[in-house]
C-alpha cells in the first residue's frame, strides 16, 4: 500500500522505534525490500538518490515499477516512495511523477536561501498530499557523487527548518554516509538531545545507517531518531553473495555446467536473498516488525 511518510513516523516516533528507507537500485532490490516488509508485517520507506532514479530510467519508470510491483506482490504493509537527498528541481520533478514522500537537500546553500526552497517544497508536497524531509547540517562522507563534511546540526537552525512545516528532519549529529572510518567517533548524542528539544518532537531521520554499532542505533532511536536510512550495507551483502557464487564456479558457461547458472534469475538470486537477510535483520534492530498493524 502506497503512502507518504507522515504517519508512519509520527507512529514511530511516539513508540520509540524506527523505519528503514532502504534504497532501491533496480527491481531485484525493490522487490527484495518489499517482500521482507510484508512477512514481517513492517512499515518501509523505498529511498531513490537521483543517480540511482537516472539508472533505472527516471522517476516516473520508478514510480510505475513500485506502484506495480506493490500491487502485483500483493503488499499491504504501508510503503512510502521517497526521493533521497533530492535536489530542488528532482523534488518538484518526483512530486509530478507520482514519489509519494520527498526530502530536499538544501544543506548546501545558505541559510535563507534552504529556507526559501525548503518553504516552496513544502506548500508544493503538501498541496499533492505528500510528505517531506529538509536537511539541516550536512551528512558526512560520499553518496552519489555529493560529498558532505559531517557537521552537528545547529539547533536553532533545525528549530527554523522545522517550523517552516516539514514532516521529518535530517539533522547531522556525527553521522556519515559509506564506510566509517577507523577513527570515527560516533553519534553525538549531546547534539541530538539539543536538536530533538529544539523542534518540539519531530521526529529525526538517521543518514548514514550502515556501520553504527548497534547499541548506538538504540540509543539514537530512544532519543529522537525514527527513520534510519540505509544504503551501503544492502550493496555490500548483495556484492558479497555475488561475487561468492561466481567464485565457486555457478555461472560458468560450459556445457558441462547443467544448471545454467548464468541465468540472470539464478545469478541475482544470492544477491536478491542477501539483501532481504540484511533488511530483516536491520528491521528488526530498529523495532518496526509487526508495526504495520498500527497503521491500517
Ligand atoms: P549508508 O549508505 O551509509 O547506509 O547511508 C544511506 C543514506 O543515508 C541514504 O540517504
Redesign the pocket.
Known sequence: MLVNATRMLRKAHEGHYAVGQF?INNLEWTKAILLTAEELKSPVIL?VSEGAAKYMGGFKVVAAMVKALDECLGITVPVALHL??GTYEGAKACVAAGFTSIMFDGSHYPFEENVAKTTELINLAHDHGLSIEAEVGS?GGT?DGVTGNGEIADPEECAKIAALGVDFLAAGIGNI??IYPANWNGLHFDALEKIQKATGGIPLVL????GIPDDQIKHAIKDGMSKI?????CQLVFAEATIKYCAEGKADPTAENKAKGYDPRKLLKPGFLAIQAKVKEKMELFGSVGKAADLL
Do not use: F, K, L, Y
Open positions: 534504497n529511498g533521497d537527498h551528512i553518496e554516509h559509506g543518514h548514514g545507517g550502515t536510512n540505509v544504503n551501503t550495507d
